[in-house]
């Protein structure tokens, strides 16, 4: 079967650091997407994983182990603005989608 | 400006008719996808097109349809069939089709609401 797994909710502060997990168990695997919600809004993409380690862009980090079937999506210095639902994506034969995390930051 | 259309932002029906969502891109992208969010749950895959004249089923396919006469437009049809309807629906597109690793850009979603 195909599962992935993430956090429903999470809260944090303002300019704090948080690290958004997302587990995977998947037949195939081609990379992990990650995307940002706003609600009510089309998901936008943050990155993209094929390799394992950890790609760095601007705030946002992405990381991944596919022996461990685990990513993780990083968020430094946060901002009002970051709140929002964040998609784990497994690309296989298809994209399939984690439930997402609710992220809300408070200041 | 590039990027894909939704139209309308709302949408309501009233049960056993049949309501037709549009989606158009002018990214030039091959492929073209209709997904599904419920609270709560992933995003779920209905249809998708890789090329025009040709589409395949996702995850949910039954009680919609679609078609893809040209490669800019990909509108799917919510049918009587489908016993659930009311959801938020997004529309979304690539340069190449499932399984590569060019990323979906959405388009903005229709909600849609049947009483």
């Known amino acids: 079967g195909q599962n992935i797994d993430q956090p429903t909710e999470m809260t944090a502060t303002e300019g704090a650091i948080v690290q958004i997990n997302c587990t995977y168990q998947?037949?195939?695997?081609?990379?992990l997407f990650w995307y940002q919600q706003h609600a009510g809004e089309a998901p936008t993409f943050l990155s993209y994983?094929?390799?394992?380690g950890l790609e760095e862009k601007g705030r946002f980090s992405s990381f991944l182990s596919r022996s461990k079937g685990y990513s993780y999506l990083l968020l430094k210095e946060l901002q009002m603005k970051d709140s929002a639902s964040y998609l784990c994506a497994v690309n296989t034969d298809k994209l399939i989608f984690g439930t997402g995390t609710r992220l809300q930051v408070f200041p | 400006d590039g990027g894909i259309t939704q139209s309308p932002k709302y949408l309501f029906r009233k049960e056993g008719q049949n309501v037709t969502l549009s989606c158009e891109q002018n990214?030039?992208?091959?492929?073209m996808y209709w997904y599904r969010q419920d609270p709560g749950q992933g995003l779920r895959l209905i249809y998708y097109?890789?090329?025009?004249?040709?589409?395949q089923k996702g995850d949910i396919a039954e009680g919609y349809s679609v078609s893809r006469e040209k490669k800019e437009s990909f509108p799917l049809t919510v049918t009587s069939a489908q016993k659930n309807p009311t959801a938020f629906y997004l529309c979304?597109?690539?340069?190449?089709?499932?399984?590569?690793?060019?990323?979906?850009?959405f388009g903005p979603g229709t909600r849609l609401t049947v009483t």
């Open positions: 990214l030039n992208h091959d492929a």
């Open positions: 994983n094929v390799l394992d």
């Open positions: 979304a597109s690539s340069i190449r089709g499932q399984g590569t690793s060019y990323e979906q850009y």
């Open positions: 998947t037949s195939g695997f081609n990379g």
């Open positions: 097109s890789q090329i025009v004249n040709d589409f």
